[in-house]
DNA sequence: AAGACGAAAGTGGTTGA
DNA sequence: TCAACAACTTTCGTCTT
């Protein structure tokens, strides 16, 4: 490879995540895809089941599922195929003509609106392409399982949009795809958890230090306070702190405690606000974190003062 | 006066009978 | 389907800086 980027030109950031299937640098902070050009030698997609895998690998045209026909346009027959069918196979043309029209131009219009509304959004929280990609893809399959019906078009629209982050470890919390979407945090909770398990997609609980990265930038805090606040997760990983607990509240006790070390103090309030939780959510896990790890030490040498 | 801390009561979701 | 339960929030009073 010839220059490898090493700072994100939007943000500055330096958590840069290298995505090798798709040919994509990613500032983990602010989400900007910085190199698109690589060539890449990897398969088209990712497999979601194996079988599917088998049959999709480097074949065909390409396909994309931000477009509504997903680049294939297929359809049965023209006129002048007519002249040449005649008895049964003229009458099972008409019966899959038929069927294809009523099938198919629902699901399209549909997914011409969907997808239109999915790009807006993940323009909006500046998602990298591959996560478009990938919740189109999402989209489309839940639109072909007939999982839309009875759930707005665009609260769907979120619940892809959050599956896919997800899957991608640039997790969004609930709270921006309702901002971003207009669709109630709830809501979206429920139609990601609705369509990933009628999907059988399976997703692993995300990590408290993705978030950090995002955290940090939108607090201004120094790449030392991030790494530090990194290890603090670790070890609060090893101790067990971590399962049960929403990885936004962890990941912003953490980086609260890191950035006291490092003498960039922030108040609980502001932390809270960019992880979207509360102050007291934060005081609990900072609380576990302090008698929990032995981080009280390293505190006291900041503020050399008492014991409780 | 603002921030940190903690208690108590309330909310929405998961789990297990 | 219902009740118990854990995590998180809201609210509020008190202490610290």
């Not at 979120?158 to 945090?185: F, M, Q």
């Not at 929403?246 to 108040?267: D, Q």
Request: charged residues 35%; contains cysteine.
């Amino acid at each position: 490879m010839a220059e490898l980027v090493k700072k994100c030109p939007e943000c500055g950031g330096i958590n840069l995540n290298w995505n090798k299937d798709r040919g994509e640098i990613i500032c983990k902070d602010c989400g900007l895809v910085i190199e698109e050009k690589m060539v890449d030698f990897s398969q088209e997609w990712r497999e979601f089941d194996s079988e599917d895998g088998e049959r999709r690998r480097r074949s065909g045209a390409p396909m994309t599922y931000t477009q509504y026909d997903q680049g294939l346009g297929t359809e049965v027959g023209q006129k002048a195929d007519l002249l040449r069918l005649e008895g049964r196979d003229r009458n099972k043309f008409f019966r899959l003509r038929k069927w294809q029209s009523r099938i198919s131009t629902a699901i399209e219009r549909n997914l011409k609106l969907a997808l239109a509304e999915l790009k807006r959004v993940s323009s909006y929280l500046k998602l990298p392409k591959s996560v478009e990609e990938e919740s189109a893809r999402i989209y489309t399959l839940a639109v072909q399982r007939g999982l839309v019906r009875g759930r707005s078009m665009e609260s769907v629209v979120a619940g892809a949009l959050y599956a896919a982050c997800r899957r991608h470890d640039v997790p969004r919390t609930l709270d921006e795809l309702s901002e971003a979407s207009g669709i109630e945090k709830k809501e979206i909770g429920r139609t990601y958890r609705f369509v990933t398990r009628e999907l059988g997609i399976t997703i692993l609980p995300s990590n408290p230090a993705d978030y950090i990265a995002r955290f940090a930038s939108a607090l201004k805090l120094s790449a030392e306070t991030q790494s530090k606040s990194i290890e603090i997760l670790e070890k609060a990983q090893k101790a067990e702190l971590t399962s049960g607990r929403g990885p936004t509240g962890i990941a912003a006790a953490a980086l609260y405690v890191a950035a006291l070390m490092h003498g960039e103090k922030r108040t609980q309030r502001e932390v809270a606000d960019v992880a979207g939780v509360t102050e007291v959510t934060i005081r609990n896990r900072y609380k576990e974190l302090l008698d929990e790890l032995k981080l009280d030490k390293e505190l006291k040498k900041k503020k050399g003062k008492k014991r409780k």
